[in-house]
């Protein structure tokens, strides 16, 4: 194997791994939003309910 196919194959295994990380990052940063709005909206429900 020549050493520019060599150079191609971890440039494309590189992209894959950085595109798989950011991927992961951004289902866990959704989880992470998702749970603070209910929580927040949960607060919101109970100062309606009984004041501030």
Known sequence: ?????TI???TIAT???L???LCLWSLQRI???ER?????LRQ????????P
């Open 36 to 40: 603070h709005r209910i929580v927040r």
């Open 31 to 33: 989880r992470f939003m």
């Open 1 to 5: 194997m020549s050493d520019l196919s």
């Open 15 to 17: 992209a894959l791994g």
């Open 19 to 21: 595109a798989a990380g």
């Open 44 to 51: 919101v429900r109970k100062e309606l309910q009984h004041g």
């Open 8 to 10: 191609g194959f971890a």
